[in-house]
């Protein structure tokens, strides 16, 4: 087969790295990939919403499959652009289409999803620059601290989370009033604050059944011990030890099996990943969002402990024969620390050199934020590199990691010294 993964992260690297590990691939494209991919596939410079483009490749290479990394072309209809053209319409999309992408694009819908199918999430509402006072009433009811959340795409930083009152009610008026976020916050979703732990889980739908992947944790804040700003995510670990079997049966059961009966229920076709993001209340599950795309760096622990032929994975969902296949998961811990730019996620500086790369051993570095430039890999990027490690363990994955790390270099290079702090 033939294949195209669109993104340019380190999710869709590690796509590739799967993916070109397949008797099934001969060829692979990246659009627009980055250094990493382009040892492993050919890179294409294309935009992931530039439908058009996409399509006249397609064609011109003979592509069979678009594996979509991304949400940004999902939310936009990248797969029923590709259903409603003829001439196209016989390649499998892997991701859901444009109905049912709304769960990752728009919060409110997500919401709406949850409390129609009983699915355990925090009481909310939502708001628009119309009803901002109403907003100010409803966050003076709740008990610091004051969730906010942008309703549309906001690259994974549209979510605050404030202590005080009247702070909460300047963001809430920033975010409507003053497009603190643009098009994504023209409506807000206040949330109850759920205290917990966070976890996510991943299930593989063909739209009929479903299959689990290995539950992550991932890290999103900049700053040790979860402190600072929010980033796409600084380092994952895989599995997640306080998720124990009687856990993970109550996520099967009460958010699992409900999400994917929910979107056959309300005729929402999907195809793809279905990326849960929960917290764990005492013993209890709650959702807190859907993505419907595999998350970063989660991906650089998940689909490493997959033993599965990806390809043939990918063929089921296409076929809606993914009951056919059993999941065969890798005993051992992954974990992956991320490498950023000075700056991130603030203002950051790009086309740092970036050295050492040979000198990495029984890790697996995915490229995010890099490229190859005059033939050396330079910075692209705030996430800029994620090196994944297996152990027996994940204190000898991550001691394997951050080994690994010392011997790369470039300037104002940072990471997280303690992913995994808080297991």
């Known amino acids: 087969m033939t294949i195209l993964i669109l ?13 070109a590990q397949s008797p099934k691939c001969n060829k692979l494209y990246v659009a627009p990939g980055n250094s990493g991919t382009a040892d492993i596939a050919e890179n294409v410079n294309l935009s992931v919403t530039d439908f058009p483009a996409i399509k006249a490749l397609v064609l011109s290479k003979g592509i069979d499959m678009v594996v979509v990394g991304p949400e940004d072309p999902l939310v936009q209809g990248v797969h029923d652009f590709f259903l409603n053209d003829d ?28 409390m129609r199918h009983n699915i355990p999430t925090a009481a909310y509402q939502s708001f628009n620059a ?8 409803f966050l003076e009811t709740l008990q610091p ?8 795409l906001a690259a994974g930083k549209g979510v605050l989370i404030l202590n005080d009152l009247e702070e909460a009610k300047t963001e809430l008026k920033n975010m409507l009033v003053n497009a603190k976020f643009g098009q994504a916050s023209t409506k807000v979703v206040i949330e109850e604050f759920l205290e917990g732990i966070e976890l996510s889980c991943f299930v593989l739908t063909d739209g ?6 290995p539950t992550a944790k991932d890290y999103k804040r900049i700053g040790e011990g979860d402190t600072g700003l929010n980033t796409g995510g600084m380092g994952a670990v895989s599995p997640v030890p306080f998720a124990t079997e009687a856990f993970l049966n109550k996520i099967e059961n009460r958010i699992v099996k409900p999400t994917v009966q929910g979107l056959q229920d309300d005729n929402l076709p999907y195809k793809g990943f279905i990326f849960i ?22 991906t650089e622990v998940v689909l490493p402990r997959l ?18 296949i059993d999941i065969e998961i890798d005993a051992r811990a992954a974990t992956t620390v991320m490498m950023v730019s000075g700056g991130y996620p603030e203002a950051y500086e790009k086309g740092k050199e970036i050295t050492g790369l040979e000198y990495v051993e029984d890790a697996i570095p995915f490229h995010a934020g890099a490229v190859v430039k005059e033939g050396k890999i330079v910075t692209s990027g705030g996430r800029v590199l994620a090196m994944t490690s297996y152990g027996n363990t994940y204190q000898e994955a991550l001691k394997k990691s951050y080994q ?13 010294k303690d992913i995994g702090f808080d297991l």
């Open 7 to 19: 993104g340019s992260g380190g999710r869709e690297h590690t796509f590739a790295w799967k993916i």
């Open 87 to 114: 001439e196209i319409k016989h390649v499998a999309v892997i991701g859901p289409q444009q109905a049912a992408a709304a769960l990752e694009g728009s919060k409110e819908f997500a919401k709406e999803f949850m």
């Open 130 to 137: 119309d009803n901002v006072e109403a907003g100010y009433a």
């Open 145 to 152: 601290p004051y969730v906010l959340k942008a309703d549309g």
């Open 208 to 213: 009929k059944t479903y299959k689990m992947l």
């Open 277 to 298: 993001g929960l917290i764990k209340v005492g013993d209890d599950p709650k959702v807190i969002e859907y993505n419907v795309r595999m998350g970063d760096p989660e």
């Open 307 to 324: 033993k599965n032929d990806m390809v043939e994975v990918f063929q089921a969902m296409a076929n809606q024969t993914l009951e056919t």
């Open 404 to 416: 690994n790390i010392e011997k790369l270099h470039f300037d104002k290079m940072y990471y997280r």
